[in-house]
Protein backbone atom coordinates (compact mmCIF):
# COMPACT_ATOMS: atom_id res chain seq x y z
CA UNK A 1 0.00 0.00 0.00
CA UNK A 2 1.11 3.37 -0.96
CA UNK A 3 0.42 6.59 1.12
CA UNK A 4 -1.36 9.63 -0.73
CA UNK A 5 1.61 11.43 -0.95
CA UNK A 6 3.74 8.59 -2.32
CA UNK A 7 0.76 7.71 -4.98
CA UNK A 8 0.31 11.05 -5.68
CA UNK A 9 4.33 11.68 -6.95
CA UNK A 10 3.91 8.10 -8.59
CA UNK A 11 0.67 9.11 -10.03
CA UNK A 12 1.68 12.44 -11.11
CA UNK A 13 -1.47 13.68 -9.37
CA UNK A 14 -1.25 16.43 -7.05
CA UNK A 15 -2.55 15.42 -3.36
CA UNK A 16 -5.71 18.09 -3.46
CA UNK A 17 -6.96 16.45 -6.72
CA UNK A 18 -6.92 12.73 -5.04
CA UNK A 19 -8.69 14.27 -1.70
CA UNK A 20 -10.90 15.58 -3.93
CA UNK A 21 -11.85 12.72 -5.90
CA UNK A 22 -12.10 10.65 -2.96
CA UNK A 23 -14.66 12.88 -1.52
CA UNK A 24 -16.71 13.06 -5.05
CA UNK A 25 -16.66 8.78 -5.10
CA UNK A 26 -14.80 9.05 -7.75
CA UNK A 27 -11.38 7.39 -7.16
CA UNK A 28 -11.80 6.40 -3.42
CA UNK A 29 -8.04 5.21 -1.55
CA UNK A 30 -8.12 1.29 -1.53
CA UNK A 31 -8.10 1.59 2.79
CA UNK A 32 -8.39 4.16 4.95
CA UNK A 33 -6.91 4.32 8.35
CA UNK A 34 -9.75 4.08 10.76
CA UNK A 35 -7.28 5.68 14.15
CA UNK A 36 -5.16 8.08 11.97
CA UNK A 37 -7.40 8.69 8.77
CA UNK A 38 -4.92 8.46 6.58
CA UNK A 39 -5.19 7.24 2.74
CA UNK A 40 -3.84 4.40 1.45
CA UNK A 41 -3.66 3.54 -2.61
CA UNK A 42 -2.68 -0.02 -4.12
CA UNK A 43 -0.44 0.39 -7.59
CA UNK A 44 -3.37 -1.58 -9.34
CA UNK A 45 -5.69 1.76 -8.70
CA UNK A 46 -3.32 3.18 -11.14
CA UNK A 47 -4.85 2.24 -14.53
CA UNK A 48 -8.39 3.26 -13.30
CA UNK A 49 -6.73 6.46 -12.16
CA UNK A 50 -4.58 6.77 -16.24
CA UNK A 51 -8.21 6.24 -17.51
CA UNK A 52 -9.30 9.01 -15.81
CA UNK A 53 -6.76 11.33 -16.27
CA UNK A 54 -7.06 10.83 -20.06
CA UNK A 55 -10.87 11.57 -19.86
CA UNK A 56 -10.40 14.72 -18.29
CA UNK A 57 -7.35 15.39 -20.55
CA UNK A 58 -10.32 15.53 -23.51
CA UNK A 59 -12.11 17.79 -21.79
CA UNK A 60 -15.19 15.54 -20.15
CA UNK A 61 -16.56 16.80 -17.58
CA UNK A 62 -16.17 14.68 -13.77
CA UNK A 63 -19.81 12.96 -14.11
CA UNK A 64 -19.39 12.07 -17.97
CA UNK A 65 -16.01 10.97 -16.66
CA UNK A 66 -17.36 8.84 -13.73
CA UNK A 67 -20.11 7.24 -16.35
CA UNK A 68 -16.83 6.20 -18.59
CA UNK A 69 -15.47 4.21 -15.60
CA UNK A 70 -18.23 2.30 -14.98
CA UNK A 71 -17.60 -0.88 -15.97
CA UNK A 72 -20.96 -1.92 -17.55
CA UNK A 73 -20.76 1.21 -19.71
CA UNK A 74 -21.66 -0.37 -23.62
CA UNK A 75 -19.46 0.86 -26.41
CA UNK A 76 -22.55 2.73 -27.84
CA UNK A 77 -22.65 4.63 -24.91
CA UNK A 78 -18.83 5.57 -25.54
CA UNK A 79 -19.52 6.08 -28.99
CA UNK A 80 -22.14 8.79 -27.91
CA UNK A 81 -19.88 10.52 -25.74
CA UNK A 82 -17.21 11.27 -27.87
CA UNK A 83 -19.35 11.81 -30.37
CA UNK A 84 -20.77 14.91 -28.76
CA UNK A 85 -17.31 15.73 -27.65
CA UNK A 86 -16.09 16.20 -30.94
CA UNK A 87 -18.76 18.38 -31.62
CA UNK A 88 -18.51 20.75 -28.73
CA UNK A 89 -14.54 20.68 -29.69
CA UNK A 90 -15.45 21.74 -33.48
CA UNK A 91 -17.85 24.16 -32.33
CA UNK A 92 -15.24 25.86 -29.74
CA UNK A 93 -12.51 25.29 -33.35
CA UNK A 94 -14.93 27.57 -35.41
CA UNK A 95 -15.70 29.80 -32.98
CA UNK A 96 -11.92 30.34 -32.35
CA UNK A 97 -11.34 30.56 -35.43
CA UNK A 98 -13.80 33.58 -36.16
CA UNK A 99 -12.54 35.13 -33.31
CA UNK A 100 -9.08 35.14 -34.94
CA UNK A 101 -10.25 36.61 -38.14
CA UNK A 102 -11.76 39.35 -36.26
CA UNK A 103 -8.06 40.07 -33.79
CA UNK A 104 -6.56 39.88 -37.50
CA UNK A 105 -8.27 42.04 -39.07
CA UNK A 106 -8.00 44.75 -36.47
CA UNK A 107 -4.18 44.11 -36.98
CA UNK A 108 -4.16 44.91 -40.41
CA UNK A 109 -6.86 48.42 -39.97
CA UNK A 110 -4.28 49.03 -37.78
CA UNK A 111 -1.66 48.19 -40.00
CA UNK A 112 -2.96 49.73 -42.96
CA UNK A 113 -4.22 53.15 -41.33
CA UNK A 114 -1.39 53.48 -38.46
CA UNK A 115 -4.36 54.52 -36.28
CA UNK A 116 -7.19 52.75 -34.36
CA UNK A 117 -10.62 52.38 -36.20
CA UNK A 118 -12.97 55.11 -36.02
CA UNK A 119 -15.89 52.74 -35.90
CA UNK A 120 -16.55 49.32 -34.37
CA UNK A 121 -17.93 47.16 -36.79
CA UNK A 122 -19.70 43.88 -35.62
CA UNK A 123 -21.01 41.02 -37.70
CA UNK A 124 -23.97 39.28 -36.61
CA UNK A 125 -27.08 37.55 -37.83
CA UNK A 126 -30.54 39.15 -37.71
CA UNK A 127 -33.60 36.76 -37.14
CA UNK A 128 -36.76 37.80 -39.29
CA UNK A 129 -38.88 40.02 -37.92
CA UNK A 130 -42.40 41.09 -38.02
CA UNK A 131 -42.82 44.74 -39.42
CA UNK A 132 -44.91 47.68 -40.64
CA UNK A 133 -43.45 48.95 -43.43
CA UNK A 134 -43.81 51.91 -46.15
CA UNK A 135 -41.55 52.58 -49.40
CA UNK A 136 -41.49 55.75 -51.15
CA UNK A 137 -39.39 57.84 -53.60
CA UNK A 138 -38.34 60.61 -51.46
CA UNK A 139 -36.12 64.37 -51.96
CA UNK A 140 -34.48 64.08 -48.67
CA UNK A 141 -33.35 61.91 -45.86
CA UNK A 142 -34.72 63.76 -43.37
CA UNK A 143 -38.51 62.71 -45.44
CA UNK A 144 -38.17 59.25 -43.62
CA UNK A 145 -39.08 61.24 -40.26
CA UNK A 146 -42.68 61.66 -41.88
CA UNK A 147 -42.65 57.96 -43.21
CA UNK A 148 -42.24 57.27 -39.69
CA UNK A 149 -45.07 59.33 -38.34
CA UNK A 150 -47.37 57.80 -40.94
CA UNK A 151 -46.34 54.45 -40.10
CA UNK A 152 -47.43 55.71 -36.60
CA UNK A 153 -50.90 56.24 -37.34
CA UNK A 154 -51.40 53.36 -39.45
CA UNK A 155 -50.59 51.27 -36.38
CA UNK A 156 -52.24 53.47 -33.81
CA UNK A 157 -50.78 51.50 -30.78
CA UNK A 158 -46.90 52.70 -30.14
CA UNK A 159 -46.68 49.96 -27.70
CA UNK A 160 -46.88 47.58 -30.16
CA UNK A 161 -43.86 49.18 -31.56
CA UNK A 162 -40.77 47.29 -30.57
CA UNK A 163 -38.17 50.02 -32.91
CA UNK A 164 -38.09 52.00 -35.94
CA UNK A 165 -35.95 51.70 -39.22
CA UNK A 166 -35.46 51.85 -42.35
CA UNK A 167 -34.43 50.91 -45.52
CA UNK A 168 -32.51 52.86 -48.06
CA UNK A 169 -33.02 51.02 -51.30
CA UNK A 170 -31.25 53.48 -53.44
CA UNK A 171 -29.34 56.33 -52.48
CA UNK A 172 -29.61 60.21 -53.57
CA UNK A 173 -27.09 60.56 -56.35
CA UNK A 174 -27.17 63.56 -59.06
CA UNK A 175 -30.78 63.27 -59.12
CA UNK A 176 -31.66 63.40 -55.64
CA UNK A 177 -34.00 60.40 -56.06
CA UNK A 178 -33.53 58.64 -53.01
CA UNK A 179 -35.94 54.99 -52.65
CA UNK A 180 -36.71 54.80 -48.58
CA UNK A 181 -38.51 51.84 -47.31
CA UNK A 182 -39.56 53.07 -43.76
CA UNK A 183 -40.60 50.56 -41.08
CA UNK A 184 -41.69 49.78 -37.85
CA UNK A 185 -40.30 46.62 -35.87
CA UNK A 186 -43.88 44.92 -34.08
CA UNK A 187 -43.70 43.21 -31.08
CA UNK A 188 -43.80 39.18 -31.07
CA UNK A 189 -46.39 37.62 -30.78
CA UNK A 190 -48.20 41.02 -33.39
CA UNK A 191 -50.51 42.36 -31.00
CA UNK A 192 -54.12 41.51 -32.15
CA UNK A 193 -55.27 45.80 -32.70
CA UNK A 194 -52.69 45.82 -35.69
CA UNK A 195 -55.04 46.18 -38.30
CA UNK A 196 -52.18 47.36 -40.89
CA UNK A 197 -50.54 44.36 -43.04
CA UNK A 198 -47.20 43.19 -41.61
CA UNK A 199 -44.46 41.68 -42.99
CA UNK A 200 -41.37 39.66 -42.22
CA UNK A 201 -37.98 41.33 -42.76
CA UNK A 202 -36.12 38.12 -44.19
CA UNK A 203 -33.00 37.21 -41.93
CA UNK A 204 -29.89 38.04 -42.50
CA UNK A 205 -26.36 38.44 -42.27
CA UNK A 206 -25.19 42.11 -41.20
CA UNK A 207 -21.89 44.26 -40.76
CA UNK A 208 -23.46 46.73 -38.18
CA UNK A 209 -22.11 50.17 -36.43
CA UNK A 210 -23.49 52.26 -34.39
CA UNK A 211 -22.86 55.50 -33.97
CA UNK A 212 -24.17 59.27 -33.70
CA UNK A 213 -22.73 60.80 -36.08
CA UNK A 214 -25.37 60.98 -38.94
CA UNK A 215 -24.03 62.92 -41.28
CA UNK A 216 -20.84 60.37 -41.21
CA UNK A 217 -22.14 57.95 -43.77
CA UNK A 218 -18.98 57.81 -46.32
CA UNK A 219 -16.49 57.07 -43.00
CA UNK A 220 -18.92 54.14 -41.67
CA UNK A 221 -19.36 53.12 -45.21
CA UNK A 222 -15.66 52.73 -45.70
CA UNK A 223 -15.42 51.43 -42.19
CA UNK A 224 -17.63 48.23 -42.83
CA UNK A 225 -16.43 47.69 -46.45
CA UNK A 226 -12.76 47.48 -45.19
CA UNK A 227 -13.73 45.25 -42.16
CA UNK A 228 -16.11 43.01 -44.88
CA UNK A 229 -12.94 42.69 -47.21
CA UNK A 230 -10.58 42.19 -44.49
CA UNK A 231 -13.22 38.90 -43.27
CA UNK A 232 -13.36 37.14 -46.73
CA UNK A 233 -17.55 39.35 -46.93
CA UNK A 234 -18.48 41.71 -49.64
CA UNK A 235 -21.16 44.36 -49.05
CA UNK A 236 -24.87 42.05 -50.64
CA UNK A 237 -27.79 44.67 -50.53
CA UNK A 238 -29.05 48.12 -49.64
CA UNK A 239 -28.04 50.01 -46.27
CA UNK A 240 -30.29 49.35 -43.56
CA UNK A 241 -31.12 51.52 -40.42
CA UNK A 242 -32.23 51.13 -36.81
CA UNK A 243 -33.01 53.56 -35.24
CA UNK A 244 -32.40 53.87 -31.04
CA UNK A 245 -34.80 56.64 -29.35
CA UNK A 246 -33.58 59.11 -26.35
CA UNK A 247 -36.72 59.43 -25.61
CA UNK A 248 -39.82 61.98 -26.22
CA UNK A 249 -39.82 60.83 -29.98
CA UNK A 250 -35.94 61.85 -30.57
CA UNK A 251 -33.43 59.24 -31.99
CA UNK A 252 -30.15 59.70 -31.04
CA UNK A 253 -28.20 56.71 -31.81
CA UNK A 254 -28.36 54.81 -35.15
CA UNK A 255 -27.16 51.39 -35.83
CA UNK A 256 -26.15 51.01 -39.76
CA UNK A 257 -26.53 47.43 -41.01
CA UNK A 258 -25.21 46.00 -44.71
CA UNK A 259 -26.35 42.88 -45.47
CA UNK A 260 -23.05 41.08 -46.36
CA UNK A 261 -22.29 37.58 -47.63
CA UNK A 262 -18.95 35.32 -48.17
CA UNK A 263 -16.81 36.49 -51.35
CA UNK A 264 -17.04 33.38 -53.18
CA UNK A 265 -14.19 31.90 -54.31
CA UNK A 266 -12.88 31.81 -58.01
CA UNK A 267 -12.45 28.22 -59.33
CA UNK A 268 -9.12 27.73 -60.79
CA UNK A 269 -8.85 26.04 -64.31
CA UNK A 270 -6.22 23.58 -65.33
CA UNK A 271 -5.42 23.85 -68.91
CA UNK A 272 -4.10 20.21 -69.87
CA UNK A 273 -1.56 20.13 -73.03
Known sequence: MLKIGEFSKLARVSIKSLRYYDE???????LVDRQTGYRYYSVRQLPLLNRLLAYRN???????????????ISVDQIH???KARQAELASAIRVN???????????AEIDRHRDAPRYEVVLRSLEPRPVVSLRRTITSYDCVDGLLTEIQGTIGDASAVAEYGAIWHRCGRSDSVIDCEAFAVIKDPVPSPIRSTVRNLPSS????????????????????AGRA??????ISGPIHETYIPLGHGAFAVTETQYPVRTVPRTASITHNN
Open 229 to 234: ELLGYE
Open 24 to 30: IALLQPA
Open 80 to 82: DLL
Open 58 to 72: LGFSLEQSRLLLQDD
Open 97 to 107: LEQLKEVEARI
Open 205 to 224: SMACVVHEEADDLPAVYLAV
